[in-house]
């Protein structure tokens, strides 16, 4: 099982910003696509960002152009820069890890951003 180890999170004012880490325990390239979802109170769980291998990037439309992911495949890890963050960013993060028929994901981590 691959396991997926997140960092980063925190509080931060609106208008701030904050890098979710992810560490995956095997290499990237053997990933067809890793992302990132939230999961705010209340809520159900809500997709982010992926990116593939090749680093073709995806992002939901409440995220584009604030959020950036990127990925350095020495370090097998996976990054999430968030900026001008708004109260309705606030939620737990998980980083996920898609292989050919499973997905793996991350503890998660709270972000905050008061309103």
């Known amino acids: 099982q691959v396991q997926l180890v997140e960092s980063g999170g925190g509080l931060v004012q609106a208008g701030g910003s904050l890098r979710l880490s992810c560490t995956i325990s095997?290499?990237?390239?053997?990933?067809?696509?890793m992302g990132w979802y939230r999961q705010a109170p209340g809520n159900q769980r809500e997709w982010v960002t992926t990116?593939?291998?090749?680093?073709?990037?995806n992002y939901s439309n409440s995220v584009k152009g604030r959020f950036t992911i990127s990925r350095d495949n020495a370090k097998n890890t996976m990054y999430l820069q968030m900026n001008s963050l708004k109260p309705e960013d606030t939620a737990v993060y998980y980083c996920?890890?898609?292989?050919?028929?499973?997905?793996?994901w991350g503890q998660g981590t709270q972000v905050t951003v008061p309103s």
């Open positions: 996920y890890a898609d292989r050919i028929g499973s997905r793996d």
């Open positions: 095997i290499s990237m390239f053997r990933l067809i696509a």
């Open positions: 990116i593939t291998p090749r680093g073709v990037t």
